[in-house]
């Protein structure tokens, strides 16, 4: 059975970090291009980062220069290394393939506030 747990969310003061982790089970990860989505309050969800099997890299404009995926093939994990926050980076963050599976984890909260 698929199983995405998201986790390492948190409150963060703007300007801080955080890292997220996704750990997979049953999807060919290593096969696979993965990405980190996100979705804040009365938004839709959106794609911040994603990393292909050779990992090949891109980022949505807004997280550019500020967030860095990478993944383990080994462990079946993703991770979202995210500096520089704001409070519009506040939201729900999940893990998937790209483009999404139609199941999802419960996604790990990050909220940037002071």
């Known amino acids: 059975q698929v199983r995405l747990v998201e986790s390492g969310g948190g409150l963060v003061q703007p300007g801080g970090a955080l890292r997220l982790s996704c750990e997979t089970s049953?999807?060919?990860?290593?096969?696979?291009?993965m990405a980190w989505y996100r979705q804040a309050p009365g938004k839709q969800r959106e794609r911040v980062a994603r990393i292909t099997i050779r990992d090949n890299i891109n980022y949505a404009d807004s997280v550019q220069g500020r967030f860095t995926i990478s993944r383990d093939n080994g462990k079946g994990t993703l991770y979202l290394q995210m500096s520089s926050l704001k409070p519009e980076d506040t939201a729900v963050y999940f893990c998937?393939?790209?483009?999404?599976?139609?199941?999802w984890g419960q996604g790990t909260q990050v909220t940037v506030s002071s």
């Open positions: 998937n393939t790209d483009p999404p599976s139609r199941i």
């Open positions: 049953a999807i060919r990860f290593s096969l696979n291009t």
